[in-house]
């Protein structure tokens, strides 16, 4: 079973860039039938959806964080990349990498990762 | 943005118990909502795609139904293992969207 690893900066500054990186333990990033989402869930609250970056590396981001986030992958290193500009104490949350099934008929999140704990303070 | 609405937002039961979780689309989204299962400090696990279709090594006694707006998740016997949130998402459109969770608590 293919395992996802996120690691980066546990402590942010405000307005500087949050970075996370999910490291993949298979190939899974060379196969065109996955694309690769993060969710965040601030504390105490629900799972926000990102964003996610097709094998084409077309990318669909959340409205609410469109102007501030990017996600690329590089599928030789196998590893998929956030980075989220301009940080308010707002975008404290944990981080999941997680990958997607993301076909016509059939689009959901088959894996995730055990999260990334990221919060933004001075 | 499609909304969805889980009820309730929490709920306790016995062990044994039948449970259903609904959660309800502010538009239609035919058969695409998921299912997911969380326990605190663990990683979010998928429990059901396309409203009824069961992930691998998920128990059978988890099932999922409905389909245009409303949809239901149902654990036919509760057991301690299920003490978890749980979260609907749908992908229909972007942006995905998830409810906003049901904690689930044992009696």
């Known amino acids: 079973q293919v395992q996802l690893q996120e690691s980066g900066s546990g402590l942010v500054k405000p307005s500087q860039t949050l970075v996370l990186t999910c490291s993949v333990s298979d190939a899974s990033t060379t196969y065109s039938n996955y694309s690769w989402t993060w969710v965040r869930q601030p504390p105490g609250k629900g799972l926000e959806w990102i964003g996610y970056?097709?094998?084409?590396?077309?990318?669909y981001f959340n409205p609410s964080l469109q102007s501030r986030v990017s996600i690329s992958v590089d599928r030789t290193a196998r590893q998929v990349s956030l980075m989220l500009s301009s940080v308010t104490a707002a975008d404290t949350a944990v981080y999941y990498c997680?990958?997607?099934?993301?076909?016509?008929?059939?689009?959901?999140?088959?894996?995730w990762g055990k999260g990334a704990t990221v919060t933004i303070s001075s | 943005d499609i909304q969805l609405t889980q009820s309730p937002s929490s709920l306790s039961a016995s062990v044994g118990d039948r449970v259903t979780i609904t959660c309800r689309a502010s538009?239609?989204?035919?058969?695409?909502v998921n299912w997911y299962q969380h326990k605190s400090g663990k990683a979010p696990k998928t429990l059901l795609y396309g409203a009824s279709k069961l992930e691998g090594g998920v128990p059978s006694r988890i099932t999922g139904s409905g389909s245009g707006t409303e949809f239901t998740l149902t654990i036919t016997s509760l057991q301690p293992e299920d003490i978890a949130t749980y979260y609907c998402q749908q992908s229909y459109s972007n942006p995905w969207t998830f409810g906003q969770g049901t904690k689930v608590e044992i009696k």
């Open positions: 538009q239609s989204i035919h058969t695409y």
């Open positions: 970056v097709y094998y084409s590396g077309s990318a």
């Open positions: 997680a990958r997607s099934i993301n076909r016509v008929t059939t689009r959901y999140i088959d894996v």
